[in-house]
């Protein structure tokens, strides 16, 4: 959620920020609300006043035998005027919050305006893979190894799921142990958060109200719904609470499945593990001060870019225009990897800082040890990693002319040979 009082002091400085996302808004409405409400605010701390020191004459006048009526007509107006403005102000409180909560963040100052034509690829690691051979596409490798049973995954689950079979499943394990000895190495906390999340979970992430469509949701009466990420539930860990200056930063890393429901089709090219309904991802998290909060965002991409070239693979790095960061993040910053059969890039971690702006969702704050001032603290999140993206992109860019795919050597500890054969 945005600061009001940036949209008070500089409205036009907000609306073009927001138009680097191609996003347009006018803040007329919500000008006028806000005035009006500032303005009931006022009055009504007078008529409350006014109502203490008539009520305290009752009593006196009625002491000295005089007739109090008028006195208490006037008293039962100025109640009934305060009820008024109270029914006023908390729908004009109303308004303001429906108005605010629908506002995505800011983009930074050095994020490209425009969509995802203009983002910007930082870097390259290592080489595209050559073959001088017929090469298989993932979905061909990981059927014939018997790695992936496609058909049984749509029976049990429907499109857009899939079955790890015996192999497959220890790759896929030997990821995920992969990454979480590495982020324990790195001095960060292991969480097993909850599946089932909350309405304000998902509304202090910054993904509702306006993607309420797009998860899981379980109960009709309420509403409790199936992580779309553990960021979903590692921002709400605080919520509502203030730490000290001394508990920050604070490094954290969750496993979870990650359950989506994405409208559209896919496309014909997107089949097999790179686009479903339900994948293992462990995420990273962080708080920080906000003056940490770039120097952090700089280490959470170090540590996802680490990751993927510990496994040798050709990756390109790129910074997210404005109009491709989500809705919640002021700065975006993807890690693509190159899957030959589709000849293209596809992301597998996304590196972001909200800055404030989950913060403000969820009143989450910190008190400086010093000036005892109590500020928002900043909130960042990124992929470490997901790994629908990741089998496909081992497998065809570590195949073998006999059908074989090479393990990485990270994972050959976890996985425990050093070749994937049929």
């Not at 006037?74 to 629908?102: N, P, T, V, Y």
């Amino acid at each position: 959620m945005l600061d009001i009082n940036l949209i008070r002091n500089d409205p036009e400085y907000v609306k073009a920020a927001l138009k680097k996302r191609e996003y347009d808004v006018d803040f007329t409405e919500l000008l006028s609300w806000d005035a009006r409400r500032r303005e009931i605010i006022a009055e009504n701390e007078t008529c409350k006043a006014q109502v203490n020191k008539r009520s305290k004459e009752i009593p006196m006048l009625k002491k000295q035998g005089q007739d109090a009526s008028a006195l208490l007509e006037e008293l039962k107006q100025l109640k009934e005027k305060i009820a008024g403005m109270d029914a006023e102000q908390s729908e004009l409180e109303e308004k303001i919050r429906r108005f605010m909560l629908a506002l995505p963040n800011l983009p930074a100052e050095d994020v490209q305006a425009g969509g995802k034509e203009n983002n910007q690829a930082i870097k390259y690691f290592g080489e595209k893979p050559q073959f001088e051979y017929e090469f298989k596409n993932h979905v061909d490798l990981c059927t014939s190894l018997g790695l992936i049973d496609y058909e049984r995954g749509v029976k049990m689950g429907g499109n857009g799921f899939w079955l790890y079979t015996g192999k497959g499943a220890q790759l896929e394990w030997a990821l995920l142990n992969y990454f979480i000895t590495e982020h324990l190495k790195d001095g960060y906390t292991f969480m097993l958060p909850p599946h089932m999340l909350t309405y304000e979970c998902g509304l202090t992430a910054g993904q509702f109200p306006k993607f309420e469509e797009d998860v899981y949701r379980l109960t009709e009466e309420g509403f409790h719904f199936m992580l779309p990420t553990a960021e979903t539930a590692l921002i709400n860990l605080y919520r509502g609470e203030i730490l000290n200056e001394s508990d920050l930063p604070k490094r954290l890393f969750a496993y979870t499945p990650c359950y989506r429901r994405e409208a559209g089709t896919y496309r014909a090219s997107e089949r097999g593990m790179i686009r479903g309904h339900q994948f293992n991802k462990v995420e990273m998290f962080g708080y920080t001060r906000p003056e940490d909060s770039d120097a952090m965002l700089k280490e959470l991409i170090g540590k996802a870019c680490r990751l993927v070239e510990g496994l040798g693979l050709h990756y390109r790095l790129s910074k997210l225009a404005a109009g491709d960061c989500s809705a919640s993040m002021a700065t975006t910053y993807d890690i693509e990897l190159w899957i030959p059969s589709m000849n293209e890039y596809k992301e597998c971690s996304s590196v972001s800082n909200a800055r404030d702006y989950q913060a403000r969702r969820g009143n989450i704050r910190f008190r400086r040890e010093e000036t005892k001032k109590i500020e928002f603290v900043h909130t960042l999140n990124g992929s470490g990693l997901a790994t629908s993206r990741l089998i496909p992109a081992i497998v065809e860019q570590y195949q073998q002319p006999d059908g074989s795919v090479i393990v990485p050597e990270a994972l050959r500890p976890f996985y425990g040979e050093d070749k994937i054969t049929k």
